[in-house]
């Protein structure tokens, strides 16, 4: 979204049972296609979404240019207005969350998510991707009949509701220091069980570094060592192959490349307590 000047506002109080075309449901949402003019806030929460041509949107003071596919996270007390450009029509899907609904989504990544989104500094701005665009207008306009009960639509509007508001946690919350490319593709090779551990040499002698300098560039983005790594991926095959097979210790052992059972032994007692045998029959 792009950026421009202030602009000068006042505001009215938009509420939920007023706003909403299902007043006593969770989530709902309009399919409009005329500008909002009047300044405003909400006692609820608002995902507007620009589904196609484009609008000046005022959001506490500054005017953002929205365009098909952007999506806007409004907390109740953004103050905010919307007109359409060059007296274009544009087409605005607009999602109306309660408050307790809003808890309750953001409850599912952490108790202070809620308040993290209510805070957060700037406004919270998103881009749908066209396929997703593409999808769900269908279900919304679908949504719309009155062939659709009450309890279908709901459930349909919190799919999509639930979705949008995944992609803003992913895109705010998420990691934004990711491990190279090369990096991930050495994990994903010691993410397999059956690797031999004398082929960890080998395997290192294929990324653009040392062995030394390779440990301690896995150890900072993974917070463990090769071997460590390695070892955890095995142990965990380990535990699957110990509850829903019926081979022997010995098997096992082998099989993931320990040259003696009291070396596979140890190992696993040192990393979950117990050994092979005791796990299998503690757990089958």
Known sequence: MEQSRPAKSQKNICKYTACSPYPDQEVSFNYLNRPYTNFHIH???????????????????????????????????????YIFEKERETKTLTFLIKNEYMQKISSV???SLYDKLSSFDDILTNKLSPEFLRT????????????IDNETRLFQTKIIVNRIISLFVFSYYSLKEQSPDWLNDFVMTLNSPFI??????????KTPYSYSRLSRIFKKHTGRTIIEHVTTSKLSFAKDELLYTDKTISEIAQELDYLSMSHFNRTFKKAFGVSPREYRKLNK
């Open 196 to 205: 031999s551990f004398e082929n960890v040499d080998a395997l290192a002698q």
């Open 43 to 81: 006692d609820y929460w608002e995902i507007l979404l620009v589904v196609d041509n484009s609008l000046s949107h005022i959001i506490n003071g500054k005017i953002y240019t929205m365009k098909s596919g952007d999506v806007c996270l409004l907390r109740p007390n953004d103050m905010h207005a």
């Open 109 to 111: 990544y952490g108790n």
């Open 136 to 147: 769900i207008i269908p279900i919304i306009l679908s949504m719309q009949s009155n062939m």
